[in-house]
């Protein structure tokens, strides 16, 4: 008997509640070298994380299955904290400006942009006021974005949807890749999709950033209560640092148009504290997020 409430997260629930929720996971192997990993850690619900000995990817082994996380993860709960404001937040205006920005400036114009993961469709409807034909797809369409019917929409994993002969100038991945299955599968399948010359756009948090040091420091000293739970193991399956995700994307037949670790504008945050920062962590390659711009190999 489960003592969690069905409208309550399982993520950051104790370890005797994911251990009561989640039976029989499945072992994993390094996607890039076919190889099983080696654990290195053990977060505060029992997840173990482990680095691939050959190529470094770290990843969670074993893990929940698609099924289980579908079940328990990708449920109401995660829609609940779906924003469905039409307000943007400064942070979000900022983000999205950037990557439409570098999107534009790497194809030489606007075009039709697939967003995996697409959410509430906030990121596509402001595309689509900067003339971009939108479209989205996500595992589980938030009742929100379903009734908005801006733009076409599908649901399901991106590996099985069928899109005839609809082909993208721009593929989107914000902090998706993190969360799938199989992450090459995934580069793959969206390297098909796009047309000559298009650009696929990744986005995933940065553990090679200098605030995963400091929390993996203060992990290993038994420093934090609830230690390695900045990974956020259970709907995080992959962490990835600059060169793991080159080698992944570069194993794709894709290559690197682009790549920078930005640092987004807080609601409230002095344009000092921000240009401060800006500074530090832009230019070092060490803030909390790392963007990938790419295109076909050859
Ligand atoms: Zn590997």
Known sequence: MSSRAPSQKLFGSDRSVIEAEIKNMEEVECPVCGIAPKPFAVDYQGFQLCRCPQCDLQFLSPRPTFEQLSEKVYNETYHAETDTSEHLSEASRYQFERQYKMLEKLLGRTGQILDVGCGNGTFLRYGQERGW?????????????????????????LLEIDFGQTRFDAIRFNHVLEHTQNPLAELVRSRELLKPGGVIFI????????????????????????????????HHLWFFTPKTLRQLIEHSGLRVL??????????????????VQRGLFEKSHTSSILDFYCTFAN
């Open 203 to 234: 986005s995933v948090p940065n553990i090679g950033g200098i605030s995963t040091h400091l929390k993996n420091l203060q992990s290993r000293l038994h420093l934090k209560s609830r230690r390695w739970r900045h990974y956020a193991a259970l």
């Open 133 to 157: 034909e939108a479209y989205g797809c996500d595992i589980s369409l938030s009742p929100y974005v379903r009734e908005s019917k801006s733009f076409p929409l599908r649901e399901g994993r």
């Open 258 to 275: 682009h790549w920078e670790t930005p640092v987004f504008k807080k609601e409230g945050q002095s344009v000092l504290l921000e240009t």
